[in-house]
Each structure stands twice: as C-alpha cells, then as structure tokens.
C-alpha cells in the first residue's frame, strides 16, 4: 500500500479535524455531566469511572486519525471496494465510543453510583477513601430516599464489621459521623424517616459497646453525645415522636439527658422533660442499690433539670419534690448540693440553669416542703 503525500494543506486538515474530534469527544460528555448529573454525584463519578471514559477517548482520537488517513486520496493497491469498509468500521467505533460514553453518563444514578462505592468501602477490615465517598454523598443527598440509599449502606458495612469482628479503635467514630452529617449538615437536613433510620444504626453501635466494650466509656460516651445531639435537632424539626425514640435510647448518659429536657421544656414539650427526669433519677437510684459512693456531682444533672421544671408552674412542683426525696437516702445536705449545683453550671457559662437553682434556693414554697 502506498501512503498518501502529506502536503501542507492536508497536514492543516489533519490538524483541524484532529482538534475537533477532541473537542467533541471530551468537551460534549463534559457538557452531558453538567447538564444531567448533580454536583456530588459527578464529583465522585470521575473518580470510579475516569479510567473507561480515558481509554474510550484514545481509541476514538486514534480511530479518527486512521479514518482521516484512509479518506486522504492517494492511488494505492487498495480498492474503493476495501476503503469503505475500512472506513465503515472505523467510523462505527468512533460513533460506538461517543455513544458508549454518552450512556455511562446519562443513566449513571445515585443508586448505581452508591453501589459502586460500596464494594470499593471495605478494604483490608478499614474504612477508606470509598468510604469518605459515601458520606459525602450522604452529606449532600436529597432528603428521604437519597439520604436513606447512603444509611442502608452505612449500616450494611456496620453489620459486616460486626459480624466478622474485624472493629478496631474508635472505627465507629467514623461511621456515627457519617450518619450524623447525613442528617444534620450545611446542605440539607433529612427528613423524619432518614433520622429514624439513623437512630436505628445508633443504637446497634450502643448497643454492641455495652456488650463488646463495657468498659470503653470514651466509645460510648461519643455516641450517647450523637444520640442526644440528634434527638434535640428532632424537638427543633418537629419530630416529636422520633425524639422521643431518641431518649428512651439514651438512658444512662444524664449530661445528655438534662439537654434534652432543657430542650423540651423551652418547645413545652414537658412529657419529654419529665421523662428525662424519670431517667436521671433512674441512674441515682442505680448508684445507691449498687452500693456506689454517691457524691454531689452526681445529683447535679438530677437538680439541673429539676429546677428548669419548677419553674414551669405551680402544677410541676410535685414532681420536683419527689425528686428530692432522694436525698432522704443519702448523708448530703439539699442546701449545700443545690449552692455547689449553681456554682458548677456557673463555671460552665449555663448561667439559664445556674438561675434556675438560684431561683429554687430561694423558693420560700420549696423550703418550706423540704424544710430547709
């Protein structure tokens, strides 16, 4: 075969033609990405596709180079008869790759995006940069259905780390704040359904650290401070219901619990505020029938959240001084528990509680039934 002479006109064409292609090829699947794909999902796209959309443009850049050099005329020992097939092959490939591309991009979802990442997510019993991937998606997701696809996979991997022992230390930081700032973020909080199924996933990580690591505090206090973060976003979202799921998780964590209540009784919501109270008393009670030192700091939640519901009315008061009669258990003095009380949340800038037992100290209805 004879190669065609290369003249400078053709040479031109070649490099116009050439330039186009390129253009084409790697500008128009650009354009189709901006158009059809949200921003989360086409910044991790490119990440675990990026090699197939290279390799299909090299093959069509080279493909049209060929076609390019075929259609130069030149009077070879090839028949016009061979030179389009030729040319019929090579501009098939090409429309195959443009086409091929074309469709990895227009019907590339969230669904097959986050099943894509979830194979990627377990490497070597850790959680690696698939896994960051995730939560991003998870961050940025559509409230309902989109945040939830994300939490289904979150909580399939917790399962397998379960199941097959392979926790190592604090991994499940990673995966609490994952599901938190799938919930709670910058971009979109998710709905009641998105933070029930949060909670499910939280409580199964309580749930395996009372029973793995009983005495691992730091783990469980990092989730218990989650639990209670997410059930005070509930109250302020108007998901009573769910926060209300939220507390009976959380029993034992009273620092916690007094945000809670705290939180409830400023939206009214003074069932959940009592049903703290019914917990942080629980926990006092628990110290004592364990033969447990008590010692004043412990009751400090415990008058906290008390004094914010006496100050709820006349009505509350009764609940209060059954609280109190805790006291009559233990060798500690009311008056000088509720003075170290005031100063604590004073030390701590909770100057709204430190007034709050300021104010019952001096209730003249409240020492008179407690004769102080």
Not at 63 to 68: D, K, Q, R, T, W
Not at 330 to 345: D, F, Q
Request: overall charge neutral.
């Amino acid at each position: 075969m004879e190669f065609p002479q290369l003249s400078e006109t053709w040479a031109g064409a070649y490099i116009q033609i050439l330039v186009a292609v390129l253009i084409f090829f790697v500008g128009l699947p650009l354009l189709i990405t901006q158009l059809s794909m949200p921003e989360d999902i086409r910044r991790i796209y490119f990440r675990y596709q990026k090699k197939w959309i290279i390799l299909i443009i090299i093959i069509t850049i080279i493909s049209a180079i060929l076609l390019i050099w075929y259609v130069h005329p030149c009077p070879g020992i090839i028949s016009s008869f061979e030179k389009s097939i030729i040319i019929s092959v090579l501009v098939t490939i090409i429309l195959s790759s443009f086409l091929y591309i074309y469709w990895k991009l227009y019907n590339q979802n969230r669904l097959t995006l986050i099943n894509n990442i979830f194979i990627n997510c377990l490497v070597n019993g850790g959680l690696n940069q698939a896994f960051k991937d995730l939560a991003y998606l998870g961050e940025c997701g559509k409230q309902g259905d989109e945040k939830y696809l994300v939490v289904k996979k979150i909580s399939d991997i917790t399962k397998i780390i379960i199941k097959k022992q392979i926790y190592h230390y604090h991994m499940f930081d990673h995966i609490i704040d994952a599901v938190r700032k799938t919930v709670i973020n910058r971009f979109q909080s998710g709905n009641e359904d998105n933070f029930r199924s949060v909670l499910y996933l939280l409580n199964e990580i309580h749930e395996y650290y009372i029973l793995n690591l009983p005495e691992s505090q730091y783990d469980k206090r990092s989730v218990d401070k989650v639990i209670g973060e997410l059930c005070i976003k509930c109250l302020n979202l108007g998901f009573i219901e769910t926060a209300i799921l939220y507390q009976q998780v959380m029993k034992e964590d009273t620092n916690e619990l007094l945000k809670i209540g705290i939180t409830a009784i400023q939206l009214k919501k003074y069932n959940l505020a009592v049903a703290c109270l019914n917990d942080i008393e629980s926990n006092v009670v628990n110290i004592l029938e364990d033969n447990n030192i008590l010692r004043e700091k412990d009751l400090f939640q415990l008058i906290g959240l008390a004094a914010h519901i006496w100050a709820i009315n006349a009505v509350s008061h009764d609940r209060v001084l059954k609280a109190f009669n805790l006291f009559n258990n233990i060798n500690i003095s009311i008056s000088n528990c509720l003075e170290s009380a005031k100063k604590e949340y004073s030390s701590i800038q909770d100057y709204s509680t430190a007034q709050q037992i300021n104010n019952l100290l001096h209730s003249e209805v409240f020492r008179e039934n407690l004769q102080l």
